[in-house]
């Protein structure tokens, strides 16, 4: 009778431990994130989990490389696009993966390879921080350059809060184990380092990015921070920084996600642009959905997510 009611109690906890496995692990979208006709589906948990290629490239007329921090957005937006230019309707390519993975793959011949799979698609549009696209524009890679929304960071901690993290400078006790972007290829990482900075100087930086790094008690992105809700949910950390938007979307899926709000003097706002690649294929396509990300009905599908608009749009 006991080995019947151990045995239970162990095949309880590892079906929880799969039904948080299953929640915390993307694509969180149900298909919406798909705007292509789809084929036959083959769905295998962890085998066909790839959250950031969308659509199919092949006889795509539009190709937006957009940073992944906004794939959430994304559904609604295509959708909304696809209704006011029906031409394009199926035939919309895009991926979310951070910028600088994105521009790594544009450096390769515009080719990504994933496991077994190797594709090559031209871009048309890449979105990112403006930073990074004001420097594309001056190289020549870019022209119609358009700012369309901000967002401001926040901590992003298992609901109910059981670290007790209050503020930035809890990220750097001892017993808070974090998951932050990789400064290597996610933008986010700099001006999360420098909110670092505003809260508890060079200290708190190096202790979340270097000392913690070196403990194991800081892991890094190895794609972009959706890794980071993941690894909330999976119990491997107990905090990390993203995006304000990050967490209320994690929030709308009901996944147990909390946020803490950083202080407007600690925080770091991010405008985030976008412009029509110089070579690309579909120029009047590019810069139709780049004039539509500033339309009232495109602001209308950011602000659900906490965006907020920009007060001027270089162009």
């Not at 199926?90 to 080719?111: F, K, M, S, V, W």
């Not at 290597?184 to 200290?203: C, F, N, P």
């Not at 909330?232 to 899926?253: C, H, K, N, P, Y």
């Amino acid at each position: 009778m006991r080995f019947i009611r151990q045995f239970t109690a162990v095949s309880l906890l590892c079906g929880s431990a799969l039904l948080a496995r299953a929640q915390a692990t993307p694509p969180w979208s149900k298909g919406a994130n798909d705007p292509a006709v789809q084929g036959y589906v083959f769905r295998v948990p962890d085998i066909d989990n790839v959250p950031d290629l969308h659509g199919n490239p092949a006889n795509a007329k539009l190709v937006l490389f957009i940073g992944g921090n906004q794939f959430f957005v994304l559904p609604q937006l295509v959708a909304a696009f696809e209704r006011q230019h029906p031409e394009l309707k199926n035939h919309i390519y895009y991926e979310t993966l951070p910028p600088g993975i994105l521009r790594r793959q544009i450096a390769a011949n515009d080719t990504l390879t994933l496991g077994n799979l190797t594709i090559q698609v031209k871009p048309d549009v890449f979105e990112a921080g403006l930073r990074a696209v004001s420097a594309m524009r001056k190289d020549g890679q870019l022209t119609h350059v358009v700012a369309y929304t901000t967002n401001d960071l926040a901590i992003m901690i298992h609901a109910g809060n059981p670290k007790h993290i209050r503020s930035l400078n809890d990220l750097g006790r001892a017993g808070v184990r974090l998951s932050m972007p990789n400064p290597e290829w996610e933008g986010v990482a700099k001006q999360i380092q420098a909110s670092l900075r505003k809260a508890g100087g060079d200290t708190l930086e190096k202790a979340v990015y270097e000392d913690k790094v070196k403990a194991g008690t800081t892991l890094l992105t190895e794609i972009h921070h959706r890794q980071t809700p993941m690894r909330i949910m999976e119990g491997r950390a107990d905090a990390g920084v993203t995006w304000a938007s990050e967490v209320r979307f994690q929030e709308s899926l009901g996944n147990p996600i909390a946020g803490v709000a950083i202080p407007a003097a600690q925080n770091t706002t991010a405008i985030y642009a976008g412009g029509v690649m110089q070579d690309a294929p579909h120029p009047a396509a590019a810069a139709a959905w780049l004039n539509f990300l500033k339309t009232a009905q495109a602001q209308a599908i950011y602000r659900q997510f906490g965006f907020k608009p920009v007060a001027q749009h270089p162009e």
